[in-house]
């Protein structure tokens, strides 16, 4: 029992990200200041080892250290008096804080430190330090770098680039550019309030929210979201639909899988539309998860039985992705047994997560009990992932042989299940299994072996039953962890990476420098969302902030970093990833005016995309296949556009505005040269500019020595001229071997 008792207080200290556990904000002590309490005592033992029991409503709440949440202002100010106060006593000659954190003393959490250990010498260097005595070992420096010291951001017109390409796949217009040469960084909001107008930004938004929800990855036809108990007769509306005005048979079944396909993809973009919504009319993003509507096409509102009652309310009832947002009426079953209890008449929305398709998405078992759903819903709309919350058991034999109900009675259980099986429990009404819809009660009621239904302490009244998902999501937006985790949505949705985790391994090289990365970064997030709950939740404010943020403009440095840590510092500064499939196809529309069109399909998966089902996590690091795909990509799109480029009128041309195929000036070469690096990588220098036309003129003067060569552009790289383009001087093949080169370049491929 002693040795459950351990590892239940050791445990506690896993919990990962909640308000307790927070690590020091930036706005209670002054940046790149070194504080020894804040950095090694709090952010190593305090906010780790201690604070889950020496609390109010803790363990230890009647001891003599009690200690405050992050969450509270002044926290750190109080902690370090309470732990100042008590590294003062002693027992016996001794002091009393290092006797009880080694079990020497009675402690109701045991022998927490190990004697030695690295923390235990940080707390013992505390002591030393609360007592007058000189600091020793784990003295730093007085004040510390500034972080972004030495570090070069990305200059404002490159910045207005990168945003327009990554938010609405456009280059920038001439107004943006002289907008941002003129008034430079501040300019920036102005054009990313008409940016994110734009019908390619929410396009954007979509695919950047289904990369983290994964909605459409449903094990199943997507009509079938739609339970056989409450929509058998709509569901399946599209199987008799009139095909009767095609005369040809097999166009007639070709018609109607057309139909039968559009319909499910229709259903699957209704929760993505729902955050589509929300942001375009500029209400607040809480109701990701508190909006008492969904969003409905003609087709889905059709599988729903809805149709006719809204038909009047769509622009044009044959657009299948046209949406609109509607209230359902309860749900009622083939039988009075399965009809939904609902005290209002309607289905309880609660934005995405009462929808049918997470509900299908994410399904439940009668061993999982609801669990997979916690799971997503603590990582989705809090930013915790409870897998880690505390460590496995190793023996779960052992466990449940000693206890009668494990998850309830087990202290290493406990840990989990105390906070999981509550929000199980607000579930209990989308009960289906077997794939049979989403919606159903158990017969049985819900588990006795499970804590009862609630969340984070507080229990579901029953006449709230009904509505529990509702119930839900009104306690999850008042929590600060729900806005901390929309701008981290946000961040992935910009950078394509997850934000800094805290390193765990204390004794691990460079362990302070990448809490200290963790904490900055950390520190520039929470003060993001404390803004954002501010401004009523407007997640476009996240955007334009995120956007301008040095975290986001960190481009390079200007000297090499000093010393080992500093570099480790700086390790995961700054917005390098390689595109996804679908932004590269986006980057070359608008660069060359089309897609290559082989990424969105046929490459897609192999290039790092997902499917939403098998595949769910995109590939960030690039592969030989990849690098295939790159070179057959960069030959192809040069092949295509560089011919078709110089067979229009100079006026009309994107990449050879001002020069001729023929052209044999150097000077005028290089003047082309510098448009085409500034419209194909954003950029431009002498350098650069140097190592492309000797890569031209190589080519040219090679042809030469060889003598003969053939006078047009090869076929296949004529096949899309409008004008038929000669190439007596090897000039064409030489552009295309450029424009090849820079599709190649780290620049574009990578952001």
Not at 94 to 116: A, T, W
Not at 526 to 533: C, G, L, N, Q, V
Not at 672 to 682: Q, R
């Amino acid at each position: 029992m002693r040795f459950l008792r351990i590892l239940f207080f050791l445990s506690l200290a896993l919990i990962a990200r909640s308000e307790e556990l927070e690590h020091p904000r930036q706005a209670d002590y002054i940046p790149g200041s070194s504080d020894f309490f804040v950095d090694e005592v709090w952010g190593k033992i305090g906010a780790s080892k201690c604070i889950k029991c020496h609390k109010a409503g803790g363990d230890a709440e009647d001891s003599e250290l009690i200690l405050w949440g992050a969450t509270r202002d002044g926290f750190l100010a109080h902690n370090r008096a309470a732990f100042t106060k008590l590294a003062t006593v002693r027992k016996e000659g001794q002091f009393r804080m290092l006797l009880k954190v080694v079990g020497k003393l009675d402690h109701g959490g045991e022998d927490v430190l190990e004697s030695g250990s690295t923390r235990y010498r940080i707390l013992e260097e505390f002591v030393r330090r609360a007592n007058g005595r000189v600091p020793g070992q784990h003295d730093a420096a007085a004040i510390k770098v500034p972080f972004f010291d030495g570090v070069t951001m990305l200059d404002d017109r490159r910045l207005l680039r990168r945003l327009t390409l990554s938010l609405v796949a456009r280059l920038p217009t001439s107004e943006e550019n002289s907008a941002v040469a003129g008034g430079g960084i501040g300019a920036l909001g102005k054009i990313l309030d008409k940016l994110m107008t734009e019908v390619a930004f929410y396009d954007r938004l979509a695919e950047g929210f289904n990369d983290i929800f994964l909605t459409p990855g449903i094990d199943d036809v997507a009509e079938n979201v739609l339970s056989y108990e409450h929509f058998n007769k709509t569901r399946h509306w599209y199987q008799n639909w009139d095909f009767s005005h095609i005369k040809d048979a097999q166009k007639r079944k070709e018609a109607g899988w057309e139909l039968a396909r559009h319909y499910r993809e229709s259903i699957k973009r209704e929760p993505m539309e729902l955050v589509k919504n929300i942001v375009r009319k500029g209400r607040p993003f809480t109701e990701i998860i508190t909006a008492d509507y969904i969003m409905v096409s003609p087709y889905t509102a059709r599988g729903y039985g809805i149709f006719e009652a809204n038909k009047k309310r769509f622009k044009n009832i044959e657009n299948r992705f046209e949406y609109i947002p509607v209230k359902l009426k309860a749900l009622t079953g083939r039988s009075e047994k399965t009809n939904q209890e609902s005290a209002t008449g309607f289905y309880p929305h609660a934005g995405i997560l009462s929808t049918f398709q997470y509900l299908k998405r994410y399904p439940t078992t009668e061993t999982n009990r609801n669990r997979l759903r916690v799971r997503m819903y603590y990582q989705h709309f809090l930013g915790i992932d409870i897998m880690q919350l505390a460590p496995r058991v190793n023996d779960a034999a052992a466990i449940s042989a000693k206890y009668e109900i494990p998850t309830m009675q087990a202290a290493n259980c406990v840990i989990c299940h105390k906070s999981i099986d509550p929000v199980a429990g607000l579930f209990q009404d989308y009960y289906a299994l077997d794939g049979k819809g989403v919606h159903k009660l158990r017969k049985e009621g819900w588990f006795e072996d499970m804590f009862s239904p609630g969340h984070e302490g507080e229990a579901l009244p029953e006449d709230e039953r009904w509505r529990a998902l509702q119930w839900l999501g009104e306690r999850t937006v008042k929590d600060p962890r729900f806005a901390v985790a929309m701008v981290e949505h946000v961040w992935y949705i910009l950078t394509g990476r997850k934000s800094l985790r805290p390193p765990e391994d204390i004794d691990a090289p460079f362990y302070a420098a990448r809490q200290r990365s963790y904490s900055e970064q950390r520190g520039e997030i929470e003060a993001i969302a404390r803004r954002f709950a501010a401004a009523d939740f407007n997640l476009k404010n996240v955007f334009k902030e995120l956007a301008v943020s040095k975290f986001y403009r960190a481009n390079g440095l200007a000297t090499a970093a000093g010393s080992p840590d500093r570099r480790a510092e700086l390790d995961d500064l700054g917005l390098v990833r390689l595109l996804a499939p679908e932004q590269l196809e986006r980057k070359l529309k608008a660069i060359f005016g089309k897609e290559w069109g082989r990424l969105d399909d046929q490459f897609k998966i192999l290039y790092g995309g997902i499917d939403t089902k098998e595949v769910t996590e995109r590939i960030a690091d690039p592969s030989g296949a990849m690098g295939a795909i790159q070179r057959m990509m960069a030959n192809e799109i040069a092949c295509r556009n560089v011919v078709l480029d110089f067979s229009r009128k100079p006026a009309e041309r994107l990449l050879f505005p001002e020069i001729e195929s023929d052209e044999k000036g150097e000077e005028n070469i290089r003047i082309a040269l510098a448009h085409l690096h500034e419209h194909i990588l954003g950029h431009a220098d002498l350098t650069e500019i140097d190592r492309s036309y000797a890569l031209f003129d190589g080519i040219i003067r090679e042809a030469k020595e060889r003598g003969k060569f053939a006078p047009v552009e090869i076929y296949s790289c004529r096949v899309a001229r409008e004008v038929p383009v000669k190439d007596p001087h090897y000039t064409l093949r030489a552009w295309r071997a450029v424009v090849t080169f820079l599709l190649r370049q780290h620049d574009f491929l990578y952001e």
